[in-house]
C-alpha cells in the first residue's frame, strides 16, 4: 500500500512565523500535491510537483512555496503565517501515467495560526 | 472547465438502508472520475474510480458507481449502509495529464440507529 505520511497532525504557530509542512511517500510518485482543505470550500490546490526541483502553482499559491529536493519529500512553506491560513492542510502523491492514476493522501496536518 | 457538483451538502440515512449520492461533472474529454471518503480527522482514502470500460465500477467497503455520459453523473451507491460509513464522501475528476484533480465539496453522510 502506498504511505503519504505528513509530519504533525496539528500544529500551532503565531502571526509572522515561517512555517514548514513535511510530507513523505514512500511508493517512488513522481507527483506530489499539496491541497488546504475548509469547511464549505471542499479542496483547493496550493501547488503540485511533477519531478524533484520542479513545481506549478495551483489554484491559491499565494502566502506558500513549496520545495522538493528528493523525489520522496515535499515540503510547503508559510513565509510569514497570517490567521487566514488556519486550516488543514493535505499531501498526495501520483504515479506520473495520466489522469486514470489516483492521487494518495496522508491523514492531514490541522493548523492553527494564532 | 472542469467542475463537479455534488448537490447534497448532508444527507442522513437509516443503517441497513440503501444510499444514493450525486456527483456531476463538467469536463470536454473522456472523464477520469473518483469517489473519495474522507473520516473525521482523517485524510481521503480511494473508494472507486473510473476511466473506461464497464460503467458500473466496483470499490471498496461495498460501494459502487455508475458513469452515466448523457448525464454527466457519477453516483455513488451502497446497498445497506452501515454507521461504520458516517464520514464525508468526495467526488473528483482529474485532466488527462493527472496534474489536476477538481474535487466537488463534498457530502457528508449521517447514519441513524
Known amino acids: 500500500d502506498v504511505k503519504v505520511t505528513q509530519s504533525s497532525r496539528y500544529l500551532v504557530k503565531r502571526t509572522g512565523e515561517k512555517v514548514f509542512l513535511e510530507c513523505v511517500q514512500d511508493?517512488?510518485?513522481?507527483?506530489m500535491f499539496w491541497y488546504r482543505q475548509d469547511p464549505g470550500l471542499g479542496l483547493r490546490l496550493i501547488y503540485f510537483?511533477?519531478?524533484?526541483?520542479?513545481?506549478e502553482k495551483g489554484d491559491i499559491p499565494e502566502g506558500y512555496s513549496v520545495s522538493r529536493e528528493k523525489k520522496e519529500r515535499f515540503s510547503l512553506i508559510l513565509e510569514s503565517a497570517s490567521t487566514n491560513q488556519t486550516s488543514m492542510y493535505l499531501c498526495?502523491?501520483?504515479?506520473?501515467?495520466?489522469?486514470?492514476?489516483?492521487?494518495?493522501f496522508g491523514d492531514g496536518t490541522r493548523l492553527s495560526i494564532l | 472547465a472542469q467542475s463537479v457538483t455534488q448537490p447534497d451538502i448532508h444527507i442522513t440515512v437509516s443503517e441497513g438502508a440503501s444510499l444514493e449520492l450525486r456527483c456531476n461533472y463538467s469536463?470536454?474529454?473522456?472523464?477520469?472520475l473518483f469517489w473519495y471518503v474522507q473520516s473525521p480527522g482523517q485524510g481521503l482514502q480511494l473508494l472507486l474510480k473510473?476511466?473506461?470500460?464497464?460503467?458500473l465500477v466496483q470499490g471498496i467497503k461495498g460501494f459502487e458507481a455508475e458513469f452515466k455520459r448523457s448525464q454527466s453523473s457519477f453516483n455513488l451507491r451502497k446497498p445497506s449502509v452501515h454507521w461504520s460509513d458516517a464520514a464525508e464522501y468526495f467526488c473528483?475528476?482529474?485532466?488527462?495529464?493527472?496534474?489536476?484533480?477538481?474535487f466537488g465539496k463534498g457530502t457528508t453522510l449521517s447514519v441513524s440507529s
Open positions: 498526495a502523491s501520483s504515479l506520473a501515467q495520466g489522469g486514470n492514476q489516483p492521487q494518495h
Open positions: 511508493m517512488d510518485h513522481e507527483n
Open positions: 510537483s511533477y519531478d524533484v526541483k520542479m513545481k
Open positions: 469536463y470536454g474529454a473522456t472523464p477520469y
Open positions: 473510473y476511466f473506461s470500460g464497464d460503467t
Open positions: 473528483a475528476v482529474s485532466n488527462q495529464a493527472g496534474t489536476a484533480l477538481i
